[in-house]
């Protein structure tokens, strides 16, 4: 045993990652103000983008003109002008796994501040204007924040249907999916102990602060391929 541990130190030694001491290579960049975040990438031509957001929690897009932010020099996308593809946006798990329920600009507005459109110009100032120029009507629907109303037979259906891998699944009673989990006796056990309680709780929305705001910036590139700097926890 213990040549068996004098030849595993041995190895050890010879690593040089493993086992050592590894100072973090944006470390000294971060602390001095030096590191360069996606907001602080400038390239030569760019354009700057905007998305146009809703200001309904729920609605139906009726008509959108764009004719006046063309007129100032901007380009200007809608739903009509990209693949209807549907998708999860936080892809934190297998992909095949995710219920995909969201497009890139929305067909139907199902949270405040979804994007309808999104403009392109040459200077942030114009981008920001042609995005104030569109013009959206509304058909707006009841805003529910409540779960048990959710899921009640009157509330209003927030998706028709969702995909889950390569299955279309129609939703009734805004219900995308169930899962139960059976562990135990747990009758059992209420009925044998001495005190229960119970109660209803809620929390609020809680989100990190990161220390950048999120953008993004693309550059094709001659081969063909695109290089992004993004606002990402991951590749």
Known sequence: MADERQDSGTASEQFTVLGKHTSRKDGVARVTGQEQYSV?????????GRAVGSPHAHARIKRIDVTRAREMGA??????????VCYNERILTIPSKLHKDHYVLADKVRR???AVAAVAAE??????Q????????????????????????EAEP???SVIWGDQQIKISNNIACERSVDQGDAVGVLAASDVLVGGTFSTPKIYHLQ???????????PGGGLTVWATTQSI
């Open 123 to 128: 200077t942030e100032e114009l981008a920001e």
């Open 112 to 114: 405040m501040g979804e």
């Open 75 to 84: 380009v200007v996308i809608t739903a009509e002008d990209v693949p209807h």
């Open 211 to 221: 220390l950048e705001p999120k953008t993004a910036v693309c550059r094709p590139e």
């Open 130 to 153: 042609a995005c104030r120029a569109v013009q959206v009507e509304y058909e707006v629907l009841p805003a529910i924040t409540d779960p048990l109303e959710a899921i009640g037979p």
């Open 158 to 160: 927030i998706h028709d």
């Open 40 to 48: 602080d990438i400038s390239l030569p031509h760019m354009l700057f």
